[in-house]
């Protein structure tokens, strides 16, 4: 079991997780893909880089959803397509 478990402890900043009024929010974070059915949710993709496959969360809400990969990045709908 050693080494993978990945979720816990030290990597708690690194998950997606409320912070309210949070300057980095997932909305400017160039890995969110944004839902195009709610504005408020949408999926994380910072672990397809991280981790080499493609790994998505979903952002309940993505004003006051933040970690620590926050990137800011120039939001393109076309680049996520
Ligand atoms: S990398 Fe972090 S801040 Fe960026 S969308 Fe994913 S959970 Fe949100």
Redesign the pocket.
Known sequence: MEGSNMETGQNLQ????TEVGTA??????????PDPTDPHR??????RHAMGGVWK?W?RD?EN???????EGKLSFRDHV
């Not at 690194?14 to 997780?17: A, K, L, T, V």
């Not at 980095?24 to 893909?33: A, D, H, V």
């Not at 949408?42 to 672990?47: E, I, K, P, R, V």
């Open positions: 690194n998950q997606p997780h980095r929010p997932c909305r400017s974070c160039k890995w969110q893909t949408g999926q994380c993709t910072a672990n969360r952002l993505v959803t933040t970690c620590s990969r926050h990137e």
